[in-house]
Every structure is written in C-alpha cells, then in structure tokens.
C-alpha cells in the first residue's frame, strides 16, 4: 500500500514538473509568428518584399551567436535559469510591437524574439533531460514538439481574427496576437519559477573553436548546411505562402494568411507520424521520401494557379519537412559521438538559415515575382536530396 502510494505520489510530482515544462515548448513556438507578422507589417509600412523578409532573418541571425555562449551560460547558472531568461526576452519581445509599430519597433522586436528564442532553443531541451530519462525522452521531446506546433498553428488564426474583428473596437488589430503571447509568456515565467527541479551537475561547456573546428570534417559540414536548408525552407514558407496566393488569386491577406495554418498542420501531423515510421523504416528511404515530397511541391508552388492546388504544395512542404532536422541531428551525432555537446551547438548555429534564405527570397521575389522566392527554396531542397545519398 506505502509502495503504492509513494508511486501515485512520484507520478504526480512529475506531471507537476512536465506541465510547466510544455507551456515552455509552447512558448518556443512563437517564434514562428515572425511570418504572420511580417507580412502584416510589411501591409501596415508599405515595405518591399526585401525590406519586410528582414524581420525573419533577423530572428534567425542570433541563433548564430548565442547558441554555443548559452552553453556556457547553462553551465554557469543552471538550465532551469537560462530557460527562465530566455521567457522574459521573449515576453519583453512581444509587449515592444503594443507600444507603437513602426520599423524600428519592430527591428528591436524581432531581434529580441530572436534572441530569446535562440537562448530556449539550446536549454529547453537538456531541462527536459532532468525530469525524464531513458526511452521515454524521446517522446516527451515529440510531445514537447506538438505543443509548439499549436503555438505556431494558431498565430495566423489569431492575427487574422484581430484584423478582421478588433479594428474598429480596440484598434489593436492584428497586433492582438502579440498581447496574447505576451501574457502565457509571463505566465511561463511565473509557473516555471514556482517549480522545483533537480538539475544534474552540467557537463563542461564547449567553447566557439570547438564547434567551428568540426566544420572541417565533411559529413558534420554536411549536416550542418542541411540544417540551415531545413529552416531556411521552413521560415521561407511560412513567410512566403500568402504572398503566394494573393499574388495570384489576388486574395486579401486576411484570408491569404491561412496558409501558413495549413503548413503547420501538416507540419505538426507529419512530426507524430515521422515518430512512429522512423521505428520501422531506415532514416535514408524515409528521409529520401520527405525530400522528394518537398520537390514535388516546389513544383506545384512554381505552377500552381488554384487555391485548393496551392493548399496541396503547402501541405506537401510542411508534411516533408517535418522530420527533416530531427535525421540530420541524429546523424550529425551519431558521426561524432564523442563530441556531442559540440555537435549539438553546431546544429544549433545552422538555424542561421532562417537568417540566409529569407533575404535570398526578398530579392528574388523583387526580381521575378513570388516565383523567385520559390526558386531559392528550391536550391535547399535539391541541396537536402544531395544529402539524402550521404545519409549512412
């Protein structure tokens, strides 16, 4: 009976800690609002395609930065206080654009977005570690993945109700959306800090030279540009969708936007079902599959005239991509087994493509219409279908 009770006691305690914990992966998932966002700022400003696809590469840029020195940072004052910092940059980051919305106010936005996600990134992970352990990880992490997917999937539904519904009212508009995930960020902060978790001795930092001198070795370097395709492809269709289709259909962005909701539900859909086929199937053939879904869709994306039919290629990207960075993580450690800390900053840092293929896709789409930004997606596919036959 005491042993019974002492389980039923352990159990609840857990959920007590791993509750806290999801409402920070759902926090992480704002981070994915830099799409929705720019494409209404650019709509408010007037800005060109190049001037607004500045605000997701200057989200991505500080994951180049700070991902070794939060390492350091971890090892110094705990993960549990990074992952606590990293909330308080990403609260400070959304109650900025409720003050005023010119360029410069959201510049500073973005780039604290950036930083505090970049800093969550790195530490959310291994706190996870200290709650859970051995082969029910693995699925925490997933889980922790589908909670920040929700948070990415509902920006687009919140800012197009905003738009559409608060306008006249409270004259917040779409920037209602930054209010919301300003408010659950504080809250994350509080329940975070009000839980108690036991955090194991940290392993020794790794330090910039480390991480860079990997980049010497051929299939590390590769992992590491497949990573930067990944999310260059993944931030570019976020940002890119609607302006798809209003260039074509000649839709409002309103009702353009819900594209990028259609993205992270497959997204989202192809992350639970990715968990269950990498049991069964090898990394190369299931990973060569998700490639060439992306190929196709960037076919259809390049042709596509109809609403239903561009629906179709967003969801192929979203459904392809879903798994990718996971293989690439997994192989990048399993090259290098004896420096996983400094694999993992170094994958870390190739989120440095959210930065890259935004601004390629600016000028591109400047140059040729949203068929160009299209286009340089297209370069980190065909560069992901390349890597495909390099997996081991």
Same mark, same amino acid.
């Given at each position: ?9 352990a159990r609840r305690s857990s959920l007590l800690q791993i509750v806290p914990v999801m409402l ?10 830099? =799409? ?233 859909? =192809? ?46 990207v979203g459904f392809g991509n879903s798994n990718v960075f996971s293989v690439i993580f997994s ?62």
């Amino acid at each position: 009976m005491n042993n019974t009770s002492s389980a039923t006691v352990a159990r609840r305690s857990s959920l007590l800690q791993i509750v806290p914990v999801m409402l920070c992966f759902f926090a992480m998932g704002f981070v994915d609002l830099v =799409g929705t966002a720019s494409n209404y700022v650019q709509k408010d400003l007037g800005l060109t395609d190049s001037q607004a696809n500045l605000f997701p590469s200057l989200v991505f840029f500080w994951f180049l930065i700070f991902s070794v020195p939060t390492g350091m940072l971890m090892n110094r004052i705990g993960r549990k206080k990074t992952v606590l910092i990293s909330l308080a940059v990403t609260a400070l980051s959304l109650i900025i654009p409720l003050f005023g919305s010119s360029y410069g106010f959201m510049l500073v936005a973005f780039s604290l977005l950036g930083i505090g996600n970049a800093i969550m990134q790195t530490s959310l992970n291994p706190l996870v570690s200290n709650l859970i352990s051995g082969d029910n990880l693995a699925s925490t992490l997933t889980f922790g993945q589908f909670v920040k997917a929700i948070a990415s999937f509902l920006a687009p539904i919140i800012a197009a109700w905003g738009a559409t519904t608060l306008m006249p009212t409270f004259g917040l508009s779409w920037r209602v959306l930054f209010l919301i995930y300003a408010v659950v960020s504080v809250l994350s902060v509080s329940v975070l800090a009000a839980t108690p978790i036991e955090e194991e001795r940290p392993d020794k930092a790794s330090g910039v030279g480390e991480c860079l001198k990997l980049l010497g070795m051929p299939f590390v370097l590769l992992c590491f540009l497949g990573i930067m395709c990944h999310v260059g492809i993944d931030v570019g269709t976020n940002t890119v969708a609607p302006k798809i289709i209003m260039e074509r259909l000649g839709l409002p962005l309103e009702e353009a936007g819900f594209a990028t909701g259609i993205y992270f539900i497959f997204r989202t859909a =192809g992350c639970f079902l990715g968990a269950f086929l990498l049991r069964v199937m090898k990394p190369k053939v299931f990973f060569g599959i998700s490639v060439l879904m992306m190929l196709a869709a960037m076919a259809i994306l390049f042709t596509g005239t109809s609403l239903p039919v561009l629906y179709t290629g967003i969801a192929l990207v979203g459904f392809g991509n879903s798994n990718v960075f996971s293989v690439i993580f997994s192989q990048a450690l399993i090259a290098q087994p004896r420096e996983r800390n400094e694999v993992s900053g170094l994958m870390i840092m190739g989120l440095f493509g959210g930065t890259v293929f935004p601004l390629a896709m600016g000028f591109a789409s400047e140059a040729m219409g949203q068929a160009g930004a299209v286009a340089v997606m297209t370069v980190g596919v065909v560069y992901l279908l390349y890597y495909t036959l390099k997996i081991k």
